[in-house]
């Protein structure tokens, strides 16, 4: 069994969403949605509170940059005190998408980071194409957490473990034009959680197949994540778990 330490499930993308989760947890123990626009926030909330094993880190994304108020960062400091949230994201810096509003991003960043170091809670960062400006605002603030989605090189890796934080891995690690597999060979297994980032980077062979991603989808990426890093499957889960246990604080929850 395995712990999706970052998905999103949302009525939009799913027919059933009941279905999906039940065949979800045949696979993987717990859940973690993570709602990152005012909808996504109030939708995996109201979720996460009608399964046990399902939880949620909530923040705006940096997509979000021209739809959030300063009033919306209060309300979302009171959102983080429900039971059910884990965390604090996906927050962080797209240089991809949105590059022009590079300035307005990494203020919301900070503005987002500074509650974590406030609540003293982890954050779940995204980072495309910004790892210079991602990393210089993390080391602003006493913050701890995961780098979703993980895809960068070696030594950005060993840079985020030093500092503290986990690396997401996710279904690119399949891929069979990625050398994510060969970076977390090196990286080893000590350091990582899991993730599907579902409904989006459904691991190969389902690519491009018209196929939704969902979180039962983890063992295939977890199958190459044992097969790279020359670790059982078993402990793989082992080790994994435990590490997302530890930075979610999953066993107090
Ligand atoms: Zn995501």
Same mark, same amino acid.
């Given at each position: 069994?395995?712990?999706?330490? #970052?998905? #999103?499930?949302?009525?939009? /993308?799913?027919? /059933?969403?009941?279905?999906?989760?039940?065949? *979800?947890?045949?696979?993987?123990?717990?859940?973690?949605?993570?709602?990152?626009?005012? *909808?996504?926030?109030?939708?995996?909330?109201?979720?996460?509170?009608? =399964?046990?094993?399902?939880?949620?880190?909530?923040? &705006?994304?940096? *997509?979000?940059?021209?739809?959030?108020?300063?009033?919306?960062?209060?309300?979302?400091?009171?959102?983080? !005190?429900?039971?059910?949230?884990?965390?604090?994201? @996906?927050?962080?810096?797209?240089?991809?998408? @949105?590059?022009?509003?590079? *300035?307005?991003?990494?203020?919301?960043?900070?503005?987002?980071?500074?509650?974590?170091?406030?609540?003293?809670?982890?954050?779940?960062? =995204?980072?495309? @194409?910004?790892?210079?400006?991602?990393?210089?605002?993390?080391?602003?603030?006493?913050?701890?957490?995961?780098?979703?989605?993980?895809?960068?090189? &070696? @030594?950005?890796?060993?840079?985020?473990?030093?500092? +503290?934080?986990?690396? +997401?891995?996710?279904?690119?690690?399949?891929?069979?034009?990625?050398?994510?597999?060969?970076?977390?060979?090196?990286?080893?297994?000590? #350091?990582?959680?899991?993730?599907?980032?579902?409904?989006?980077?459904?691991? =190969?062979?389902?690519?491009?197949?018209?196929? !939704?991603?969902?979180?039962?989808?983890?063992?295939?990426?977890?199958?190459?994540?044992?097969?790279?890093?020359?670790?059982?499957?078993?402990?793989?889960?082992?080790?994994?778990?435990?590490?997302? &246990?530890?930075?979610?604080?999953?066993?107090?929850?």
């Amino acid at each position: 069994m395995f712990v999706d330490t #970052h998905c #999103h499930i949302s009525k939009d /993308d799913y027919e /059933d969403i009941d279905k999906i989760i039940d065949d *979800d947890f045949k696979v993987v123990e717990k859940i973690i949605i993570s709602g990152c626009d005012k *909808d996504g926030i109030k939708e995996s909330l109201d979720i996460a509170s009608n =399964h046990e094993n399902i939880y949620v880190t909530i923040g &705006y994304h940096p *997509d979000q940059v021209d739809n959030v108020t300063d009033d919306d960062l209060v309300e979302l400091e009171k959102l983080l !005190k429900n039971d059910k949230v884990v965390g604090l994201g @996906e927050i962080g810096l797209d240089y991809h998408y @949105e590059k022009d509003k590079r *300035d307005s991003q990494i203020k919301l960043f900070e503005k987002q980071l500074s509650i974590a170091e406030r609540l003293n809670i982890p954050v779940v960062i =995204h980072s495309r @194409e910004a790892t210079k400006d991602t990393i210089d605002c993390l080391k602003k603030y006493n913050v701890h957490g995961v780098i979703h989605a993980f895809s960068g090189s &070696y @030594e950005t890796g060993i840079e985020y473990i030093k500092m +503290g934080f986990l690396l +997401g891995i996710g279904g690119v690690v399949t891929f069979t034009n990625s050398n994510l597999g060969e970076i977390v060979s090196k990286l080893g297994v000590d #350091h990582l959680v899991l993730e599907t980032d579902s409904p989006y980077l459904i691991p =190969h062979p389902f690519r491009g197949r018209g196929i !939704k991603n969902s979180s039962k989808y983890i063992s295939f990426i977890a199958n190459k994540v044992s097969e790279v890093t020359n670790v059982s499957l078993e402990d793989v889960s082992l080790i994994t778990n435990r590490n997302a &246990y530890d930075v979610f604080d999953l066993n107090n929850k």
